[in-house]
């Protein structure tokens, strides 16, 4: 069965330092991994995705995240916080060939950068 | 939010009333989902389309139902809303692209509902 952990509900971070929101997967085949980010009262946008290729992939606003099949993790990093990156994150994972209704999102990190 | 809206955005009813919330989407992508959103939970999907009168259960099916007469428009009717099914609801829409595999999802801007 598929599943996406996120450990962390609250991330908290000062601006101008690095930030790392974790999270971890399990699925039977190879995975498509999102990210998407909800500001308050709006909907989930998406950042970025691995699909195949470079583990390292880079998306909007720029943040990236590390693709590690060896410890099932996709961790989304940024090198310098804003207080505008303050918001919700999911973490999203689904099988390769599976269907549509096989996306798992994660419970969620709230993200909070203090000035 | 990549051409997608929804409607009502805040809606508040009683427990029993049938509730109707509609998904248009101006991008004429194939593939349209409904999810809730609840504290702890992140978003569970309720129903997916695959095409026009083309759907299918999710998760969180129970009490809720589908349908899609045209590609840009997908409902989801609460037949007789309860108070657990208060909660943000979100349309999500996605594509195939050549590789015959959907993968991101775009979603609007969700809609809250409150069943007293």
């Known amino acids: 069965a598929q599943s996406v952990a996120q450990p962390e509900d609250q991330v908290n971070v000062a601006e101008g330092n690095p930030l790392t929101v974790k999270c971890t997967y399990s699925?039977?085949?190879?995975?498509?991994l999102f990210w998407y980010v909800q500001y308050p009262n709006r909907g989930l946008q998406f950042l970025l995705k691995?699909?195949?290729?470079?583990?390292l992939v880079k998306g909007s606003y720029g943040f990236e995240a590390e693709f590690n099949k060896s410890q099932t993790s996709f961790h989304l990093k940024k090198p310098s916080a804003l207080v505008s990156d303050s918001a919700l994150y999911f973490c999203?994972?689904?099988?390769?060939?599976?269907?549509?209704?096989?996306?798992?999102f994660g419970s969620g990190t709230r993200l909070s950068i203090r000035p | 939010d990549a051409g997608i809206t929804q409607s009502p955005r805040h809606k508040v009813t009683e427990t029993g009333t049938p509730v109707t919330l509609r998904c248009h989407q101006t991008e004429n992508h194939r593939y349209m989902y409904w999810y809730r959103q609840d504290p702890g939970h992140g978003l569970r999907l309720i129903h997916y389309s695959y095409g026009v009168k083309d759907t299918d259960k999710g998760e969180v099916s129970d009490g809720y139902s589908v349908s899609r007469s045209k590609t840009e428009d997908f409902l989801l009717t609460l037949e007789s809303a309860t108070s657990s099914q208060t909660s943000v609801y979100f349309c999500?829409?996605?594509?195939?692209?050549?590789?015959?595999?959907?993968?991101?999802?775009?979603f609007g801007p969700g809609t809250r509902l409150t069943v007293l």
């Open positions: 699925v039977s085949g190879n995975p498509y």
């Open positions: 691995y699909i195949t290729g470079d583990n």
């Open positions: 999500a829409i996605s594509e195939t692209p050549p590789s015959g595999i959907q993968d991101t999802q775009y």
């Open positions: 999203a994972v689904r099988d390769r060939y599976s269907s549509a209704s096989k996306i798992i």
